[in-house]
């Protein structure tokens, strides 16, 4: 009979999160004897509220922490804050507040939300970059990148946000519009810092042969970006003039079919050949109708051009070819200009369509076929050259490797291997962020602040609102200072760096924070690199690829041996309701707090790690968080309905860690072969494929057979009993720690959960020792024995005649033949 004591979720679990916090229990410590795991979630923006797309990716590191602890590891679990950023920038002017203040309390008030979430954090390694002990770093960063060429200023047209009034670099603008808030982008010149994130190209993209544990999906959307291509450079000069146009082109083989020229509108050529357009005027204002599409646009709309009147020269054979401007070339991708070849690529074909260009035929796909003059569909594959001159006959491999040698050869152009990905832009002309340690000199030019003078504080006293430029540029307190090397007035850099640099290097920081250097190299060789990374599949080719960049330049300057950040990536999948994502906006947001409130914590995590694997999409249930909640509420009435036999003193093997327990009866041997095979299963989908909602599956399968058969055995096996429920309070404790923690405690547990050894399941009971046999008489099932596993015919059949229901068919009848099948059916045949 259940006693229904009442599961008094909220006072358990403020319990043991003082006990925790008391004992830091979470602090992390290296002991040389032990394997190391650390685990990391991308830190958040301090937004103000933890969400529960939150919730579900630190329950999934918990739970992997937690087992990890308990597996005898050394564990890094840490937490900080994104915390520069428009964002906060923005909210404080809305707010008529300071960003910093507004941050700090953010903070403040998501921090206590994950102390009630009950995660495994060590705070004392929290890194919160608006804070000068963090950025000074960024600084120094800087500079060192600096001295080692990597850095470099210049003008150039930028990705401006209009509503953010900032400088976006190429990753921020998805579809044409501002990563933040949405805004289009628009098109501005401006002297700019960059970094020369382009010298390790290469390297980003073969090293992804290194990431075996990364998402494809990932990878992909990586090599896309990076845009690693083999082709060739070639010079096309401007008939007429000595100007000469680069391309570059993947398919040198298709040059001798190239009927037109098309060119960016913002290419820098561009001015020269139209000086004496005879209508100047219309293709300035296709120039400027261009100009101000966004980059979606231009890839989404129709293709647009205008005929310059001007013709480059095919160097290989001197045809003149008409130069157009066109909408669909970007000045960003290649070289701004294209050679184009409209029989063998659908954006060309449809350009030339639709201005009447001339379409020829030069790569065929059967050298022995013939084709129409007339070409109606675009063939984009490789295969043998024809209306090409000398090269007709050729392999497209074959072309390329001959016609190559020609450009080397007649210095017209090379072989060679281009790059999508440019430089990272990182001047911001917002307040709330690093101030960029560079200052402006009369005497000495643009020189870096001494290391020394780190941190270039932030002035706090500042109208930090984006009106009439950047808002260091108005704070005349802090931009004028003194030249570091000749002493004379000074200018101060006005611009902040892009807050993506303060997310690039924090996980280093963790592993050992230090007031003489970025992070403690040594403490950093103990734990690096994190041995596995949790975020969004959003930041593929934002963060991911500029942390790729700065652990690959922090290893080549000595300061660490590790060239991959994060070996292995789980992106968790986003928490919807209704089927869309959980959005203050669309009115379906469900607040971590209430859930906590209404359910505990514990509740809310098991929920959210039982809904669906980590790596999918998770829809919200209010049933389904109900049912989380009585399940843990049927364990705790069987707890204490069973607190009498629980606390038996059981033998354990120290050689294998496994329980001297009488398994003699039938109900016994069942009930421990499942809860091995649950340790196996449970124990494998938390290490192994992090699976934690089938590990919560087989947690709850094996509770349901433990009810079942509790009243059967208590009596003549209560050791059993007792050693089941200790169990299965280990496998559930990284799912519900509180929850566990109380129950262990009331069951006489005097250590601390945390610090009990996961339990080892024994090999010899992982599969039933008996199997059912089924008895056919003259093709119809009419009886089903249980027999020891692979047991003789001669046995079975002796079994079988035992059987008052085989007896009843068979007796008295003569048997004409039987056959046996191993460990499946015996079939008797009778007349």
């Known amino acids: 009979m259940s006693t229904d004591r009442k599961y008094d979720f909220k006072t358990i679990e403020e319990k043991w999160q003082k006990i925790w916090e008391e004992r830091n229990t979470f602090k992390a410590t290296f002991e040389k004897n032990k394997k190391k795991f650390y685990c990391l ?14 919730v579900r990716n630190y329950s999934i590191g918990d739970v992997i922490v937690r087992f990890k602890k308990m597996k005898n590891y050394n564990v890094l679990h840490p937490m900080g804050w994104d915390a520069l950023g428009m964002p906060a920038e923005n909210a404080a002017i809305k707010h008529n507040t300071h960003p910093e203040t507004w941050t700090l309390n953010n903070i403040s008030a998501m921090k206590n939300q994950l102390k009630r979430m009950g995660f495994w954090y060590d705070w004392d390694r929290e ?12 600084q120094y960063i800087f500079i060192k990148m600096l001295e080692k060429g990597l850095v470099y200023k210049k ?34 010149k401006l002297s700019q810092w960059f970094l020369k994130i382009t010298d390790y190209s290469d390297e980003l993209v073969t090293a992804h042969d290194e990431l075996e544990k990364w998402p494809s999906k990932v990878l992909l959307m990586q090599k896309n970006w990076i845009g690693k291509s083999h082709g060739a450079g070639v010079k096309f000069k401007v008939d007429g003039t000595d100007l000469f146009i680069d391309i570059f082109t993947t398919r040198l083989d298709t040059i001798l079919g190239s009927t037109f020229f098309a060119l960016s509108v913002k290419h820098p050529i561009v001015n020269q050949l139209i000086a004496d357009h005879p209508r100047k005027t219309e293709i300035e204002a296709f120039i400027k109708e261009v100009e101000i599409e966004t980059r ?45 070849v409209p029989a063998h690529d659908e954006r060309d074909f449809e350009f030339a ?23 109606d569909e675009v063939f984009t594959g490789k295969g043998f050259l024809v209306n090409s001159g000398e090269y007709n006959g050729l392999t497209s491999e074959e072309a390329i490797h001959k016609m190559g040698e020609f450009l080397q050869k007649n210095n017209l152009g090379e072989l060679k291997t281009l790059f999508r990905l440019r430089d990272w832009g990182v001047s911001r002309q917002r307040y709330w962020g690093t101030p960029i340690p560079m200052i402006y000199c009369d005497n000495c030019g643009i020189v870096p602040e001494a290391v020394e003078n780190l941190p270039v504080l932030l002035p706090k006293e500042v109208d930090f609102t984006p009106e009439g430029g950047s808002p260091l540029e108005k704070c005349e307190a802090f931009y004028k200072t003194t030249c570091p090397t000749c002493s ?23 592993t050992g924070p230090s007031g003489s250097q970025p992070f403690d190299t040594e403490e950093s060789r103990l734990w690096m690199p994190p041995d596995l990374y949790i975020g969004g599949v959003e930041h593929a080719i934002l963060h991911l690829i500029y942390a790729r960049f700065f652990t690959k330049v922090f290893r080549d300057l000595g300061w660490s041996e590790v060239s991959e950040p994060f070996p292995h990536l789980l992106t968790q999948g986003m928490v919807t309701l209704g089927g869309v994502t959980m959005s203050k906006s669309r009115g379906n ?58 606390n038996q003193k059981i033998e354990v093997d120290p050689k294998t860690s496994l329980p001297s327990i009488s398994i003699d009866d039938e109900d016994s041997r069942k009930l421990y072969i499942k809860l091995n095979q649950t340790i196996k299963k449970v124990s494998e989908d938390i290490d192994q494929r992090f699976h934690l909602n089938t590990a919560i599956a087989a947690l709850m399968e094996f509770f ?37 923690s109380e129950l262990w405690q009331a069951a006489g547990g005097t250590s601390s959960l945390e610090e009990e050894s996961w339990p080892e399941y024994d090999p010899n009971y992982l599969v039933e020792q008996t199997v059912n046999i089924m008895i056919q008489v003259n093709g119809k099932i009419r009886d089903k024995i249980v027999v020891s596993m692979d047991e003789t015919e001669a046995a079975v059949k002796e079994a079988a005649f035992r059987s008052e229901k085989t007896r009843y068919y068979t007796e008295g009848k003569q048997i004409i033949k039987t056959i046996f099948i191993k460990n499946k059916m015996l079939s008797i045949v009778v007349n």
């Open 155 to 188: 003008k150039s047209e930028v990705n401006w946000c209009p509503s953010c009034k900032t400088v976006l670099a190429n990753e921020q603008v998805i579809n044409g519009k501002c990563w933040r808030c949405d805004s289009n982008v628009e098109d501005k």
């Open 41 to 54: 979630e991308m830190f958040p923006y301090p937004s103000g509220r933890i969400h529960m797309g939150h």
């Open 296 to 340: 979606a646009s231009r890839e989404l709309t129709e293709k647009k051009g205008f005929f310059t009147g001007k013709y480059a020269v095919n160097p290989y054979n001197g045809e003149k070819i008409p130069i157009w401007l066109a909408n669909f070339v970007l000045i960003e991708y290649g070289t701004g200009a294209i050679m184009s």
């Open 589 to 646: 947001v469900v607040e971590p707090d209430d859930m906590i409130q209404a359910y505990g914590a514990d509740t809310t995590r098991l929920f959210i790690l039982f809904a669906a694997p980590p790596e999918k999409g998770l829809e919200w249930s209010d049933k389904g968080i109900e049912g989380a909640h009585r399940f843990l509420q049927r364990i705790w009435n069987f707890f204490f309905d069973t607190r009498d036999i629980i």
């Open 127 to 138: 890194v919160t970059t608006c804070l000068s002990e963090y950025y000074k770093w960024n």
């Open 353 to 375: 369509q639709k201005y009447n260009i001339p379409i020829r035929r030069v790569i065929v796909e059967d050298e022995k076929k013939s084709y129409p003059e007339e070409v």
């Open 488 to 510: 004379g007035p000074a200018r101060r850099e006005t611009d902040t760096m892009d807050t993506f640099f303060d997310s690039s290097w924090y996980f280093f920081r963790y």
């Open 704 to 740: 349901n057979d433990f009810s079942s058969v509790r009243e059967k055995i208590k009596q003549k096996n209560p050791a059993l009993i007792s050693y089941g429920l200790e169990v299965l309070l280990k496998m559930l404790s990284p799912f519900t720690p509180h929850f566990c």
